[in-house]
């Protein structure tokens, strides 16, 4: 909306016309060689037609024994408007003081960033801030005569003006620079002082409703994470299936106005798992329970005939071996990597592989079809660990080191259910608790000693469908 805004502003279609208003380019001359058509009593000039002052700021370490002054850096402007909230000083020889003095009506123009959406924005100077500015900025000043400042400066946050100055600048060492000559060569489209001063009433009307629309869909936004939280909390706090089922209909009830985000999807997704692998989502046996309901290592109960087990008891797990990289060939059989292994697949885009005879040299470290395989990589706790099943299309393929195999015993844990327990936050949070200890890697050790739920169950009995 603010870009359209914009656009419309600088074409000359965002306020009534005046054709009576003369242009005060009489005595100029002007470049009819502009981007587009402009109404009548509008001109296209080059900013350098103008002859605008421009400067070049002072440097950022200042001068021995020169008197302290406010200086602004990058860090002072907000929304492309000075903000004297947080600035520094430097010293400065007095005699260059009057040099970089900002005044109000100044255009201080990026010159160095390394983002492209920043380098040669036009950034407005109001009042008189009693400040001067770094080598960070070129500082421009117009003719009022000709150009109202907060004119030029709305055109140049216009897709006109950053198209251009993207095609402009210089990349050195990740900078990203503009010089004065750029700044000169861009193409300003200059209506009639009174309509230039209509036009920047109107833009700052429309963006004022922008910004409380934006504060509007934040607060929804708001409103939105603490209802689905609270709703998502009843899911999980529920003891019995029964109970989840209550508090389930309240979820459905407004199934269209909470999942209208993927963030509210991933959410769902994380109960979901997080109530699959405490035996909440299908009801229970009853005739085979054999003890009371006890509580997992966060609280929460588990059902009857569940047992919490040690994983590395149940759980077979081969770390991966370290094939030396000048083994490494561009065909032959594919080595799995951490860089290989996806969320829930492996992906192939970057390959790595040995030849015929060091794969069969290392034939134990071979992968078959569904086989689960782990990164070993610290995870972050928003994505998960990065696990995938091995299907046949993956074959062949050998197990490279910080990748890890693991290998549950059929007749106590299948492989789907330890799949469901290792995508959810209970695991994901018991292996890397705010990465409180800084390593950049877990281990095998460290999964083996954690604790899973289910002992006689089988993730085809806890399939419920309807959840999805």
């Known amino acids: 909306?603010?870009?359209?805004?914009?656009?419309?502003?600088?074409?000359g279609r965002l306020v009534p016309r005046n054709l009576n208003t003369e242009s005060q380019l009489a005595d100029v001359t002007v470049d009819d060689s502009g981007p587009f058509?402009?109404?009548?009593?509008w001109s296209w000039m080059k900013l350098g037609a103008l002859q605008p002052e421009l400067q070049n700021g002072a440097s950022s370490r200042g001068d021995a024994g020169g008197q302290p002054i406010t200086v602004l850096r990058l860090a002072d402007i907000k929304d492309r408007r000075v903000s004297l909230a947080d600035t520094r000083q430097i010293p400065i020889r007095r005699q260059d003081i009057e040099k970089y003095r900002l005044q109000d009506g100044d255009i201080l123009i990026t010159r160095v960033n390394g983002s492209a959406d920043i380098v040669g924005q036009f950034n407005l100077v109001e009042g008189e801030p009693q400040a001067i500015y770094c080598d960070h900025f070129i500082r421009m000043r117009v003719s009022r005569d000709v150009l109202d400042p907060k004119y030029l400066s709305m055109f140049g946050g216009s897709e006109v003006i950053r198209s251009r100055i993207s095609n402009l600048f210089i990349s050195t060492a990740g900078q990203k620079t503009v010089n004065q000559g750029h700044i000169g060569s861009l193409p300003i489209a200059i209506p009639p002082l009174t309509e230039q001063a209509r036009i920047v009433a109107r833009v700052d009307e429309l963006m004022r409703l922008c910004d409380a629309?934006?504060?509007?869909?934040r607060l929804e936004a708001e409103q939105h994470a603490r209802l689905l939280g609270t709703l998502l909390s009843s899911l999980t706090d529920s003891t019995t299936p029964e109970e989840l089922a209550v508090n389930w209909q309240r979820v459905a009830d407004h199934f269209d106005l909470l999942l209208d985000r993927p963030e509210a999807v991933d959410a769902l997704e994380q109960t979901i798992l997080q109530l699959a692998v405490r035996g909440l989502l299908v009801p229970q046996d009853p005739s085979a329970a054999v003890a009371n309901a006890t509580e997992d290592e966060e609280g929460a109960q588990i059902p009857r005939r569940w047992t919490r087990i040690r994983l590395g008891d149940v759980v077979a797990m081969t770390n991966g071996y370290a094939f030396?990289?000048?083994?490494?060939?561009?065909?032959?059989?594919?080595?799995?990597r951490n860089v290989n292994v996806s969320h829930g697949?492996?992906?192939?885009?970057?390959?790595?592989?040995?030849?015929?005879?060091?794969?069969?040299?290392?034939?134990?470290?071979?992968?078959?079809?569904?086989?689960?395989v782990l990164t070993l990589d610290r995870p972050i706790i928003s994505t998960g660990l990065k696990l995938a099943v091995v299907q046949v299309h993956d074959l062949p393929c050998l197990l490279l080191q910080r990748v890890a195999r693991l290998s549950p015993d059929a007749k106590v844990l299948s492989s789907d259910f330890m799949l469901l327990w290792l995508r959810s936050d209970s695991f994901v949070k018991a292996i890397d608790p705010g990465r409180s200890n800084g390593v950049p890697h877990i281990s095998t050790k460290q999964v083996a000693a954690l604790t899973i739920?289910?002992?006689?169950?089988?993730?085809?009995s806890n399939n419920h469908s309807d959840w999805w």
């Open 453 to 460: 739920g289910p002992s006689s169950f089988s993730v085809e």
């Open 213 to 217: 629309l934006e504060a509007k869909g």
């Open 345 to 372: 697949h492996l992906d192939w885009q970057q390959t790595a592989c040995v030849s015929r005879a060091v794969a069969d040299e290392f034939a134990q470290f071979a992968l078959a079809e569904g086989d689960v």
């Open 324 to 336: 030396k990289s000048e083994w490494f060939m561009a065909s032959g059989t594919r080595l799995v």
């Open 37 to 41: 058509e402009l109404p009548l009593g």
């Open 1 to 11: 909306m603010r870009e359209l805004i914009l656009d419309l502003a600088i074409r």
